[in-house]
């Protein structure tokens, strides 16, 4: 880690592996099928690590990481983004070259379409209804009038696969009991609605679930067939602040150089900006803001109080908190930055420069291999 | 752009040309070198209209892009990013390809380094002394003890060029007065010290300073030898929030697609989330916040009252203001999002479509090109 240019995104493998075996072990216990979300990592190497080194069933959140994931050998895929209908001839060709593609949506107008480019293309497209558990973003309450009609267009077009929620407030549930309470929730939406569905003589194969704080809170799925959950393979700051982990679980820092000094204002300077962290300032909101991130040193160890407080484009300011004796780091130490929202910080990497802590915590661990990530759309 | 999947990209070239020409003019009129910042649309494409067809003198913020640029021409480049040990050694390979690069410092530590490299390397490394003028970020304020120092460091080793200066401060400054005094302190500032380091017989051949609100502020650059600005080619929302330029002038926009409707709560959602936009809401501190963007339709018609409000990975929300009727976009309808931070929203993007509006408004404009982007560090 002396040696590439900075910034450059790093992943711990040992965390990674911890995290995922944490989730896992969990999903086992509650008797669901594990479907990771790959819109965190968005690396086929890393995705190995999900399924104990075969290809096994992921989400996704383009069809870019469909069509690369499916060219690394995964077969099981569900898009979880509302489809719409210029996107369903990439969904076709996928499905034509083996591919099961589950595709999600939330209105009459999308299952028609779905339905009519199925039998157009003489093939199945399995979907899921999107329902909406906490009024998030998208879906169908579980008691929407329209529910039974649009798995009745599917079914009858034999597309329906079954339900998707994701309770994507569950990231402001700031307590343990509030966290239990959101998958409760998540999972009383998903089942009842699945359970409308049948009552109506549709048939309901898939009832899923899942965000990372849900997925970490659940202690009952009865009637949930498979969970989801994208950002626990490398944690971050905002998952810390929720304690669904603790910071020795962060698997993802950005390496910076400090470039400058500014004793009159408390700033040591970076080379690390925002486009090397993104601009997500997902702990603003919560009890302990992180600003850009906590910062360690190459090793991987905290230095206390000290913090990313601003971000230009290719530089990073970071401060001492609570009145800290600014540490000293001359020009061209290399530093490791924690952030905010892993998924937003790995989006800004073309791959990772992969270390394992589990080989001894040295002063520069060796970098042990690098990870490509699918990017674009 | 009625084809490509998305979300991706666009770039009217007519407004890119046209707010290119506006500060040519200035620079024109104020007599000095204009060397645009590349860092926004970091595209040899569209560098190639800043000088009439030609590379001509540009800023760059990553050495990826001084080596790009170089690649495709370019000769004449300011690295503006302070610079680390480690960075030497690619800055003298292009030296040796015949490229200027000048690096940019604030410290002795760094003069002696750049220094050290450039009789080791038996080569020139021009290089410019980083001075503070409003306190946003790195530099030497123009009466520090220590550059007259750093300037002999670096005059004894053949590398002293000049002093760079850039008013960070000016993105906060709210009435065209606000942005001239910004303007006025940026020239004295970096007058100040081109002045003192004169004075103690070392050389100085650039003064240079410059943002896109001081450069279009400026009024008398009397000692400034060049002018430097890089957002100005596609403009942005915080641009138009200052009043540096009209809606009419933004470039950029990203072009999504509707997939869902929540009636019940007042959303319009799209496949266009902060993958897309970036997590820039630099709006956010404006008298007028635009949330995550303004809305158009496809032939860049601004929808009244349609504010982009809030982004997921790859969801956008859309909302009205003040009470405004929802207008009905049906699910596939393709619009355009104006972004808050052009640069920002720039490098979620590996290139840009480009299309042109003095051909005329269509309801869907034809792609006429395609820009990559630099990418990386």
């Known amino acids: 880690m002396a040696d590439p240019d900075t910034p450059f995104a790093v992943v711990d493998v040992h965390r990674t592996r911890r995290n995922i075996a944490r989730l896992r072990a969990r999903a086992d216990r509650l008797g669901v099928t594990l479907r990771p979300h790959v819109k965190t990592a968005k690396s086929p190497d890393a995705a190995l690590l999900l399924h104990d080194g075969t290809p096994g069933p992921v989400t996704v959140s383009t069809l870019a990481e469909a069509e690369a994931f499916a060219a690394a050998g995964h077969?099981?895929?569900?898009?979880?983004?509302?489809?719409?209908?210029?996107?369903?001839?990439r969904v076709v060709a996928l499905s034509r070259r083996g591919v099961t593609l589950r595709v999600l949506l939330d209105s009459t107008e999308q299952a028609t379409f779905v339905a009519?480019?199925?039998?157009?293309?003489?093939?199945?497209?399995?979907?899921?209804?999107e329902i909406d558990c906490d009024g998030h973003r998208g879906g169908l309450r579980p008691d929407a009038p329209g529910l039974t009609g649009i798995g009745r267009i599917l079914?009858?077009?034999?597309?329906?696969?079954?339900?998707?929620?994701?309770?994507?407030?569950?990231?402001?549930?700031?307590?343990?009991?509030?966290?239990r309470e959101a998958a409760h929730a998540e999972r009383d939406a998903a089942v009842a609605a699945a359970e409308r569905l049948r009552a109506a003589g549709?048939?309901?194969?898939?009832?899923?679930?899942?965000?990372?704080?849900?997925?970490?809170?659940?202690?009952?799925?009865?009637?949930?067939?498979?969970l989801r959950a994208g950002n626990y393979v490398f944690f971050d700051l905002v998952m810390a602040g929720l304690g669904v982990c603790a910071l020795d679980d962060l698997a993802l820092?950005?390496?910076?150089?400090?470039?400058?000094?500014?004793?009159?204002?408390?700033?040591?300077?970076?080379?690390?900006?925002?486009?090397?962290?993104?601009?997500?300032?997902?702990?603003a909101m919560q009890a302990q803001d992180q600003g850009y991130g906590l910062?360690?040193?190459?090793?991987?160890?905290?230095?206390?109080?000290?913090?990313?407080?601003?971000?230009?484009?290719e530089h990073g300011t970071l401060t001492a908190r609570d009145g800290a004796a600014l540490p000293e780091l001359p020009i061209g130490t290399?530093?490791?930055?924690?952030?905010?929202?892993?998924?937003?910080?790995?989006?800004?990497?073309?791959?990772?420069?992969?270390?394992?802590?589990?080989?001894?915590?040295?002063a520069a661990p060796a970098v042990e291999a690098y990870w490509p990530r699918v990017t674009g759309w």
Chains 1, 2 share one sequence.
């Open 75 to 89: 077969r099981d895929l569900t898009y979880a983004v509302g489809v719409a209908p210029h996107k369903l001839p």
């Open 116 to 129: 009519s480019a199925a039998r157009e293309a003489g093939v199945a497209l399995p979907t899921q209804i």
């Open 155 to 179: 079914h009858e077009a034999g597309c329906l696969d079954g339900v998707l929620t994701h309770a994507g407030e569950s990231y402001f549930a700031r307590t343990a009991e509030e966290q």
């Open 202 to 226: 549709l048939p309901v194969a898939t009832v899923s679930v899942g965000s990372t704080p849900t997925a970490h809170a659940a202690d009952d799925l009865t009637g949930v067939t498979e």
């Open 253 to 283: 820092s950005v390496v910076v150089t400090v470039i400058g000094h500014r004793p009159e204002y408390g700033w040591i300077v970076t080379d690390g900006g925002w486009t090397a962290m993104s601009r997500d300032r997902g702990t």
């Open 295 to 313: 910062v360690t040193d190459l090793s991987g160890t905290l230095i206390p109080n000290l913090v990313m407080t601003a971000a230009s484009q």
């Open 334 to 362: 290399r530093l490791r930055v924690l952030p905010n929202h892993a998924c937003a910080t790995a989006a800004q990497h073309h791959g990772y420069h992969v270390v394992d802590s589990a080989h001894g915590r040295a």
